[in-house]
């Protein structure tokens, strides 16, 4: 069912769990190229893009300490249908120059595939756990502290892993992360730009973090002679 530009709005607020009232403009198809979904996303046709500026994230778990970067938000709602179609919540200013892109369309599929991971759609009921309680569990009981994160992408998926049944899932990237330790002897010798990530996987219904995986990697640098 088609929602109108005040109903995306108090859908964007409840989907995030964030409180601000943000700003929310009409946009074309989007033409992002998320695994999996993105044919699916290109379909759905317009979207309301919803932005808030100036963000600090408030995640109970982390008892009072205080969101180290101001973030710019940005999410995306099917106008028709009112399906959340991602997001992004990044620091103000340039990402450090060690964050590489995540791969995005064949080229992540391939490696998700790869781990036995697939996304087989978008759902069409809302999720019970907000983006906010989802970084909140990522912090208590996943991997990564979502406030160190100079990054943050989001989207909200039907999951599948090794054959299990489907679920409402949030996908949740951290980049520009510190870098996670590297283990065994040839860790010393995998560049940070593999290693200041991770994606971490929560259940949408009940808030439990499934798995977390530095998958999908970025493609390697261009070296320049």
Same mark, same amino acid.
């Given at each position: 069912?088609?929602?109108?530009?005040?109903?995306?709005?108090?859908?964007?607020?409840? $989907?995030?769990?964030?409180?601000?009232?943000?700003?929310?403009?009409?946009?074309?198809?989007?033409?992002?190229?998320?695994?999996?979904?993105?044919? $699916?996303?290109?379909?759905?046709?317009?979207?309301?893009?919803?932005?808030?500026?100036?963000?600090?994230?408030?995640?109970?778990?982390?008892?009072?300490?205080?969101?180290?970067?101001?973030?710019?938000?940005?999410?995306?709602?099917?106008?028709?249908?009112?399906?959340?179609?991602?997001?992004?919540?990044?620091?103000?200013?340039?990402?450090?120059?060690?964050?590489?892109?995540?791969?995005?369309?064949?080229?992540?599929?391939?490696? $998700?595939?790869?781990?036995?991971?697939?996304?087989?759609?978008?759902?069409?009921?809302?999720?019970?756990?907000?983006?906010?309680?989802?970084?909140?569990?990522?912090?208590?009981?996943?991997?990564?502290?979502?406030?160190?994160?100079?990054?943050?992408?989001?989207?909200?998926?039907?999951?599948?892993?090794?054959?299990?049944?489907?679920?409402?899932?949030?996908?949740?990237?951290?980049?520009?992360?510190?870098?996670?330790?590297?283990?065994?002897?040839?860790?010393?010798?995998?560049?940070?730009?593999?290693?200041?990530?991770?994606?971490?996987?929560?259940?949408?219904?009940?808030?439990?973090?499934?798995?977390?995986?530095?998958?999908?990697?970025?493609?390697?640098?261009?070296?320049?002679?």
């Amino acid at each position: 069912m088609a929602i109108n530009l005040e109903q995306a709005r108090a859908a964007a607020m409840t $989907l995030t769990g964030i409180a601000a009232v943000p700003t929310i403009t009409p946009g074309p198809a989007s033409v992002e190229r998320a695994p999996f979904v993105g044919q $699916l996303v290109a379909g759905l046709g317009p979207v309301w893009q919803i932005a808030w500026q100036g963000i600090r994230l408030s995640l109970p778990s982390a008892r009072g300490a205080a969101d180290r970067h101001a973030r710019n938000v940005i999410i995306r709602i099917a106008q028709g249908t009112g399906q959340f179609l991602g997001g992004t919540i990044r620091a103000e200013g340039e990402l450090p120059a060690n964050v590489r892109p995540t791969p995005d369309g064949d080229v992540a599929q391939a490696q $998700l595939r790869q781990l036995g991971e697939s996304y087989e759609g978008l759902p069409r009921l809302p999720p019970r756990r907000s983006l906010v309680q989802a970084l909140d569990a990522i912090l208590s009981r996943g991997v990564g502290n979502p406030l160190q994160a100079h990054e943050i992408q989001a989207l909200y998926v039907t999951h599948v892993r090794r054959g299990g049944a489907p679920i409402p899932a949030w996908v949740i990237t951290l980049n520009g992360i510190p870098p996670i330790p590297h283990k065994g002897p040839r860790g010393a010798r995998v560049p940070v730009w593999q290693r200041n990530h991770i994606r971490n996987v929560v259940d949408a219904n009940t808030g439990a973090p499934l798995f977390a995986t530095t998958v999908p990697q970025p493609t390697a640098p261009l070296l320049v002679s």
